[in-house]
C-alpha cells in the first residue's frame, strides 16, 4: 500500500464557454502532474464550461459538447496520472453538476453536486438536480471523497463520505470574492476537517466572470484545522501536494504559506481583475472614460490603467461652463500621474445647440433638472461616439452610493460597458484612493506613488451641473448617507433600524424612496464588479414597479 499520494492542484482561470479553451488548459494541468510523479491531477468546478455559467448549460447542444470534451479529454491523458475536473453530466435525462474523474482513456467515476445553492449569484436549484449522498471515488488503492463547493458547506456530505470510506476530502470550488470570504471559507472548512477526522483540500479557481470574481485563495487543512498549504489569492498557479500515510491515516504535508493581503488591497485587486478579464474575455484591448477631476472617475481611470495599461486608456474631459478651474487642473493632473492618453473636449457649443433647438418647446418653463441632465446625456453621447471611432469600450464611474439612490443621469453619465466601482460605497472611493496612492504591487501595471492628488480626495464632491452646486445639495452628507444604505441593502435593514442606528427617520424615509424610485435605472446600468453579498445585479433582485414602502 501507497505511503504516499501527491494531488497537483491547477488554481486556473477558465473562460465560460470555451471549451477548447478550457480543456486546453486542463491538459497542460495534466502534464505538469505527469511530469512531478502526481496520482491525481484536481481542477475546479465546472472548470470545462467555465463558471457561472447560469442558462447556457441547460443549452442541450452546449452540456453535450462540454461532456464531449471531457471524453476527448479522458483520452488524450489516459497514460498518466487520474484527472478530476468539473463538468455538466447528464444521467437519465437530468442534468447535474459534477465533478468527473478520468483514468485509463474514459470517464470512470463521478460524484454529483448535492446541495445546490439557490441565494446571492447563484440560481442552481432551476439549472441542475440535486445529486444524490454518494460514496468515494478511488484512485489507485486509494479513497478520495468530494463534496462539490456548497456540499462542503453542509456537514451530511462530508460525513457521509467519511462513513463510506473516503480517506481525505478535496473539495472542487467555484466560489467568487465577497469581502473576508477566507475567514468563511477557513471556518467550514475546519468544521468538515473536524467533524471527519480527514484531511480536507480547498481548491477554488480564480478569474473574471461578468461581475464576479473568483479569488482561489485554495488550501489544505489536516484533521483538526491545522493549515497545512496555502496558495496565494487572484494567481494561477498549480502546486504538488503531497499527503503521507501515517497510523492515523493521511496527513497533508506542510507546503508553502501564501501571505493574504488585507480587505482593501483585495477589495482593489478583484476591481482590477475583474476589468481585466472582462476585457480580455470580451475582446476589447482599450478603454476610453470621462474624467471629470472628481474622486470616482480617478480611481476608475486608476483601476484601468493598473488593469490594461496606460497605453490602451483613454481619459476625455467634458467641459461645461460650470466645469471649475479646479476640476480642469484635477483632471489634467490625474491624467498626467498615470500616464494616460487626454483629451480635452468641451461641451458649451453643442449644449447652445440642444438649448436652442429645445427652446421652441420649452418656451414658458423655468430651467431645471431637465437642463443639468442634457449636459450628462450630450457627454454619453460624445463619449460613445468616441467609443465606436476608436473602438474603446466606454467605462462608467457611478459609485454604489450613487448607483443605489439614483445620483446619475441615465443615457448620461450612466453610459457605459463596465463599471470597476458599482458596489463601492463613496465612503469607501475616498479610502480606496488614499490606499492607491500609498501602495503599489508587481500586478498592477500603472505606475508607483501618487496618482490621484490629495485635492481631488478632499474636495466636496459636485457634479458641477449648475452653479455652486454639491452633491450634499441634493443627498445626506456620504458618511450617512453610506450607513443608512448598508442597513437597508447590505442588511436587508427595516427604518426602524435606521432609527435604532441613530438616524433621522424623515432622512431614512427618503434614501428608502430614492432606492426603490431608481429600480429602472439599475436595470439597465452597467455591470461591475461585485466585491459585496449584496452587490446590485444578481445579489439583489427587486421590482421595478413597487408601491410598498416601509411603514415602521
Known sequence: MADRFRVTLAQLNPTVGDLAGNAAKARAAWEEGRKAGADLVALPEMFITGYNTQDLVMKPVFHQAAIAEVEKLAADCADGPALAIGGPWVEGGRLYNAYLILKG?????????HHLPNETVFDEVRIFEAGPLGGPYAVGNTRIGSPICEDGWHEDVAETLAETGAEFLLIPNGSPYFRNKMEVRFNMMVARAVETHLPVIYLNMVGGQDDQVFDGGSFALNPGGALAVQ????DECITQLDLIRTEEGWRVEE???????????????VMVESLRDYMGKTG???VLLGLSGGVDS??????????????????????SEYTSRESLDDAEAVAKALGVHYDYV?????????TSTLAPLFAGRDEDITE????SRLRGLLLMAMSNKFGEMLLTTGNKSEVAVGYATIYGDMNGGYNPIKDLYKTRVFETCRWRNANHRPWMKGPEGEVIRPNVIDKPPSAELRDDQKDSDSLPDYPELDAILEILVDLEGSIADCVAAGFSRDVAKRVEHLLYISEYKRFQSAPGA????RSFWLDRRYPIVNRWRDPT
Not at 482513456?105 to 453536486?113: D, E, F, P, Q, W
Not at 468641451?346 to 440642444?354: K, L, N, Q, T
Open 372 to 375: 443639468e441632465n442634457i449636459q
Open 284 to 286: 476589447f484591448k482599450k
Open 346 to 354: 468641451p461641451i458649451s457649443e453643442a449644449r447652445a445647440a440642444i
Open 530 to 533: 461585485r466585491l459585496t453579498p
Open 105 to 113: 482513456g474514459k470517464i470512470a467515476s463521478r460524484s454529483l453536486k
Open 298 to 319: 480617478a480611481i476608475v481611470a486608476a483601476i484601468a490603467v493598473d488593469a490594461l495599461g496606460a497605453e490602451n486608456v483613454r481619459c476625455v474631459m467634458l467641459p
Open 255 to 269: 507546503g508553502e504559506k501564501a501571505h493574504l493581503p488585507d480587505e482593501w488591497e483585495q477589495d482593489y485587486r
Open 231 to 234: 496558495m496565494p489569492l487572484f
